[in-house]
């Protein structure tokens, strides 16, 4: 019996058995045109020209790429193209740039492309378009999907579905979006309850050519409850539960207690227990995906009696010298300005309630923004996104608050862009958003002195990695260890990535910071663009084990490494500091490594005696 994706995840032994290595790369293919999302009109004796790429390990040709309109009932062959051969017409012989010569080999390393032109009336009466391949090994692409234990190498069909919108025009889904983006007919059919490992787009038999056209389909709501639950809970006991011991919160009238996946939370413990005795309708439904909407069901517990609101105390009516941010209820800001800081990054400027307030942000702490995007036309009324920001105005600034933004605007890979930050490029002046907090696990107290998980320590030597906007965090710990006139023994070590120069954020402000500081911080920059600088004297390349060694500190009893970054960098930096603890801890007098993780809410320490 296969290995099921949940034992693999509970035994990670799956992964250092080599009979899962990875040596070569399998037959694949894929379908770019028709684009997932594509509208088409058809007209009588219109031609269509699908296309796409192909390609197989081991320098394998691809021999075929095979079309079938009618879930491989037949298959026609489609036109290939191969790039590379045109590399081996002739050598390339340079006493300078060395040489290329493909003249005498025939491996194939590169994609392949294929095409095939069909009548667009003949789409219109199909409901899937399926793609496979074949390589000079013989090896063929299979109809169905075979879960490995590692989750990768899976090389079935790649399939399109065809749906006939009311107006006659065809619109095209892909099985899913790369990266975080959503849609795709996986997710869809996932979302309705059926199996999209075995996908049905038609009603006909296989050997059929008849076909039955599909119109898109809403996803059907996940079920957020056990249908067995039928416990009546009442307010003052909901209410009862308001704490970050035993935390219970109400989605849409249900309620859950969050008691046993406090650990397990991605977000770290103080997300739920932000909303503990509160109505979380909006805060779930607006970040998490239908995977945690089944993973929330596992924790229903019953239905509240009567309705959820925000606790009427003295605590959510501010006095004037009282802090802006409540952990438990969202308050609006007003947009008063953006600057552009570069290319693709902003500065917003945001209005508290009051001239004088104070934001009332811990050192180190983020705050949960929340907008509603806007709708087509540019009114309100779109999509409510959220997540947590670090903002760049100063402890002690009053009356605003500043946030630098990356906007990762639409692009050909992602074409709809962040959900989040193209809502902020959406933003006119005098638009409002919502903050709450602080949230964070982090805390730079001063003197020297952080706070863990709600646990001090000493801490004298900081190393602190960033790339883009994750800037942000680790600039307000560096204001605060250098504006601290008690504290002079605490060391830094700061590691910024970015692709070209002009992508360093607040790079004015840490250059001020390195050179009076010279003696303490150790400011190292590195850029990943292939067009650098003649006169860059810093770091080249992405973050990587030699970069770390050299421009971090070594371990230390009072060290601690902060991230702030993409995955990427974080498994790279998290891989490293898992190889100098294994590497060390023949030590009995091995130092701990404390490891923060901005974002990921990931805490770890590693220590000889664990």
Same mark, same amino acid.
């Given at each position: 019996?296969?290995?099921?994706? =949940?034992?693999?995840?509970?035994?990670?032994?799956?992964?250092? =058995?080599?009979?899962?290595?990875?040596?070569?790369?399998?037959?694949?293919?894929?379908?770019?045109?028709?684009?997932?999302?594509?509208?088409?009109?058809?007209?009588?004796?219109?031609?269509?020209?699908?296309?796409?790429?192909?390609?197989?390990?081991?320098?394998?040709?691809?021999?075929?790429?095979?079309?079938?309109?009618?879930?491989?009932?037949?298959?026609?062959?489609?036109?290939?193209?191969?790039?590379?051969?045109?590399?081996?017409?002739?050598?390339?012989?340079?006493?300078?740039?060395?040489?290329?010569?493909?003249?005498?080999? &025939?491996?194939?390393?590169?994609?392949? $492309?294929?095409?095939?032109?069909?009548?667009?009336?003949?789409?219109?009466?199909?409901?899937?378009?399926?793609?496979?391949?074949?390589?000079?090994?013989?090896?063929?692409?299979?109809?169905?999907?075979?879960?490995?234990?590692?989750?990768?190498?899976?090389?079935?069909?790649?399939?399109?579905?065809?749906?006939?919108?009311?107006?006659?025009?065809?619109?095209?889904?892909?099985?899913?979006?790369?990266?975080?983006?959503?849609?795709?007919?996986?997710?869809? %059919? *996932?979302?309705?309850?059926?199996?999209?490992?075995?996908?049905?787009?038609?009603?006909?038999?296989?050997?059929?050519?008849?076909?039955?056209?599909?119109?898109?389909?809403?996803?059907?709501?996940?079920?957020?409850?056990?249908?067995?639950?039928?416990?009546?809970?009442?307010?003052?006991?909901?209410?009862?539960?308001?704490?970050?011991?035993?935390?219970?919160?109400?989605?849409?009238?249900?309620?859950?207690?969050?008691?046993?996946?406090?650990?397990?939370?991605?977000?770290?413990?103080?997300?739920?227990?932000?909303?503990?005795?509160?109505?979380?309708?909006?805060?779930?439904?607006?970040?998490?995906?239908?995977?945690?909407?089944? *993973?929330?069901?596992?924790?229903?517990?019953?239905?509240?009696?009567?309705?959820?609101?925000?606790?009427?105390?003295?605590?959510?009516?501010?006095?004037?010298?009282?802090?802006?941010?409540?952990?438990?209820?969202?308050?609006?800001?007003?947009?008063?300005?953006?600057? &552009?800081?570069?290319?693709?990054?902003?500065? $917003?400027?945001?209005? %508290?309630?009051?001239?004088?307030?104070?934001?009332?942000?811990?050192?180190?702490?983020?705050?949960?923004?929340?907008?509603?995007?806007?709708?087509?036309?540019?009114?309100?009324?779109?999509?409510?996104?959220?997540?947590?920001?670090?903002?760049?105005?100063?402890?002690?600034?009053?009356?605003?608050?500043?946030?630098?933004?990356?906007?990762?605007?639409?692009?050909?890979? $992602?074409?709809?862009?962040?959900?989040?930050?193209?809502?902020?490029?959406? %933003?006119?002046?005098?638009?409002?958003?919502?903050?709450?907090?602080?949230?964070?696990? $982090?805390?730079?107290?001063?003197?020297?002195?952080?706070?863990?998980?709600?646990?001090?320590?000493?801490?004298?030597?900081?190393?602190?990695?960033?790339?883009?906007?994750?800037?942000?965090?680790?600039?307000?710990? %560096?204001?605060?260890?250098?504006?601290?006139?008690?504290?002079?023994?605490?060391?830094?070590?700061?590691?910024?990535?970015?692709?070209?120069?002009?992508?360093?954020?607040?790079?004015?402000?840490?250059?001020?910071?390195? *050179?009076?500081?010279?003696?303490?911080?150790?400011?190292?920059?590195?850029?990943?663009?292939?067009?650098?600088?003649?006169?860059?004297?810093?770091?080249?390349?992405?973050?990587?084990?030699?970069?770390?060694?050299?421009?971090?500190?070594?371990?230390?009893?009072?060290?601690?490494?902060?991230?702030?970054?993409?995955?990427?960098?974080?498994?790279?930096?998290?891989?490293?500091?898992?190889?100098?603890?294994?590497?060390?801890?023949?030590?009995?007098?091995?130092?701990?490594?404390?490891?923060?993780?901005?974002?990921?809410?990931?805490?770890?320490?590693?220590?000889?005696?664990?």
């Amino acid at each position: 019996m296969p290995v099921s994706p =949940d034992r693999a995840r509970a035994e990670k032994s799956w992964w250092y =058995d080599p009979r899962y290595i990875i040596r070569d790369l399998n037959v694949n293919s894929a379908i770019a045109c028709p684009n997932h999302g594509e509208t088409v009109e058809v007209h009588p004796e219109e031609m269509y020209t699908l296309r796409g790429y192909a390609y197989s390990g081991g320098g394998r040709r691809v021999t075929r790429v095979e079309v079938s309109l009618d879930e491989g009932g037949s298959w026609e062959l489609a036109e290939i193209q191969y790039p590379e051969d045109s590399f081996r017409d002739i050598a390339f012989i340079d006493s300078v740039y060395g040489n290329l010569d493909l003249t005498e080999s &025939d491996q194939c390393y590169c994609w392949s $492309f294929w095409s095939l032109t069909v009548p667009l009336s003949t789409l219109r009466d199909k409901s899937s378009i399926s793609v496979r391949a074949m390589d000079e090994a013989m090896a063929l692409q299979p109809r169905n999907m075979y879960w490995n234990a590692t989750g990768m190498m899976n090389n079935w069909w790649f399939r399109v579905c065809i749906h006939v919108l009311d107006d006659g025009r065809l619109q095209f889904e892909h099985p899913t979006m790369a990266g975080t983006l959503t849609g795709g007919w996986m997710p869809r %059919l *996932k979302d309705q309850g059926k199996d999209p490992s075995n996908p049905v787009f038609s009603t006909s038999l296989p050997d059929s050519t008849e076909t039955t056209n599909t119109t898109p389909v809403l996803p059907q709501a996940v079920p957020l409850t056990r249908p067995e639950v039928d416990r009546k809970i009442t307010l003052e006991e909901f209410r009862a539960h308001a704490n970050s011991e035993s935390p219970w919160f109400v989605v849409a009238g249900q309620v859950y207690n969050a008691t046993e996946y406090l650990n397990e939370h991605p977000g770290g413990p103080q997300s739920i227990i932000l909303v503990a005795g509160e109505d979380a309708t909006d805060d779930f439904l607006a970040i998490h995906s239908s995977d945690a909407k089944r *993973k929330l069901a596992e924790y229903h517990i019953g239905t509240v009696v009567g309705e959820v609101t925000a606790q009427s105390t003295l605590e959510n009516e501010p006095s004037a010298d009282s802090a802006f941010l409540l952990s438990n209820k969202w308050k609006a800001v007003t947009l008063q300005s953006v600057k &552009d800081v570069s290319k693709d990054s902003k500065v $917003f400027r945001f209005a %508290l309630d009051t001239d004088e307030r104070d934001l009332g942000l811990p050192i180190g702490q983020h705050v949960y923004v929340r907008l509603r995007r806007k709708a087509s036309g540019g009114s309100g009324g779109g999509e409510l996104v959220q997540r947590a920001y670090t903002p760049v105005s100063k402890r002690s600034d009053r009356g605003f608050i500043e946030m630098l933004v990356k906007i990762y605007y639409p692009s050909q890979q $992602f074409p709809l862009g962040g959900r989040m930050t193209v809502g902020f490029s959406e %933003l006119t002046i005098n638009d409002t958003i919502e903050l709450k907090g602080p949230i964070g696990h $982090f805390v730079w107290l001063g003197d020297g002195m952080a706070l863990l998980h709600n646990e001090k320590r000493r801490v004298r030597q900081i190393g602190m990695i960033c790339a883009g906007s994750g800037i942000t965090p680790i600039l307000q710990v %560096l204001r605060g260890i250098f504006t601290d006139t008690a504290n002079n023994d605490t060391d830094v070590w700061v590691i910024d990535v970015n692709r070209d120069v002009e992508d360093i954020l607040c790079r004015d402000e840490l250059d001020e910071f390195a *050179k009076e500081h010279s003696v303490r911080l150790s400011l190292r920059y590195s850029l990943t663009s292939k067009s650098i600088p003649r006169d860059w004297s810093q770091s080249v390349g992405r973050l990587d084990m030699k970069m770390m060694v050299e421009y971090l500190p070594p371990p230390s009893l009072d060290g601690l490494m902060c991230i702030c970054g993409p995955p990427q960098m974080e498994r790279t930096a998290k891989g490293a500091f898992d190889f100098i603890h294994h590497v060390t801890c023949f030590s009995d007098d091995f130092p701990q490594i404390t490891l923060w993780i901005w974002g990921g809410m990931d805490h770890k320490l590693l220590s000889s005696k664990q």
